[in-house]
């Protein structure tokens, strides 16, 4: 089973600015194609914002991009907007399903 | 309008079990799985396993095998997840969602069960 280890744990940044989140992979993920990405916000349910590595979903603004291969993956946030605050989770899909334990993006 | 509508929150003691309804409408309910994925207070997303609306076909998590279990009715477009043996650290938010090769692009809103004596 694969880990994915997310960092930081908490980012504290002001509206504006670049959030940059990563998730680790405890061994490489096959053409590095499944791995998504989810926002979720207090009380709402996650939203799919990232899959494939860097493909966005259907709605996804383009402020938000994805990159990695391998072990190593990156959601950037290229200028927060305020209800970018939330908490943002990785997930590697195959046939079984993992998530990462999550980074929260808080309003400095 | 697509959309995955659960049943509301319950109580339950320990030992006892929940059973958790999840609707789908908007969409061709047998062209996808519903996957589940629960939510302890304050913690991550931990996903229990996912079933075909097509055939029934299921897949658990290694955790989860032998104390839930997952099954369609596609007379009414529901999927249901039935937890057994419920322990205080069962108490969470449950979630269906539909799953398109793992990927979960719908979600339901949610389900809390709370475990306490």
């Known amino acids: 089973e694969i880990v994915l280890t997310q960092s930081p744990g908490t980012l504290s940044l002001s509206p504006g600015e670049r959030a940059t989140l990563s998730c680790r992979a405890s061994q490489s993920i096959s053409s590095g194609s499944y791995l998504a990405w989810y926002q979720q916000k207090p009380g709402q349910a996650p939203r799919l914002l990232i899959y494939g590595a860097s493909s966005r979903a259907t709605g996804i603004p383009d402020r938000f991009s994805g990159s990695g291969s391998g072990t190593d993956f990156t959601l950037t946030i290229s200028r927060l907007e305020p209800e970018d605050f939330a908490v943002y989770y990785c997930?590697?899909?195959?046939?079984?399903?993992?998530f990462g334990g999550g980074t929260k993006v808080e309003i400095k | 309008q697509v959309q995955l509508v659960q049943s509301g929150a319950e109580v339950k003691k320990p030992g006892a079990s929940v059973k958790v309804s999840c609707k789908a409408s908007g969409y061709t309910f047998t062209s996808y799985v519903i996957s589940w994925v629960r939510q302890a207070p304050g913690q991550g997303l931990e996903w229990m396993g996912w079933i075909s609306a097509y055939n029934g076909n299921t897949n658990y998590a290694q955790k989860f095998l032998g104390r839930v279990t997952m099954t369609t009715d596609t007379s009414t477009s529901t999927a249901y997840m039935e937890v057994r043996s419920l322990r205080s650290d069962d108490t969470a938010v449950y979630y269906c969602?539909?799953?398109?090769?793992?990927?979960?692009?719908?979600w339901g809103q949610g389900t809390l069960v709370i475990v306490s004596s």
């Open positions: 997930q590697h899909y195959g046939s079984l399903l993992t």
């Open positions: 969602a539909r799953d398109e090769r793992r990927l979960l692009n719908l």
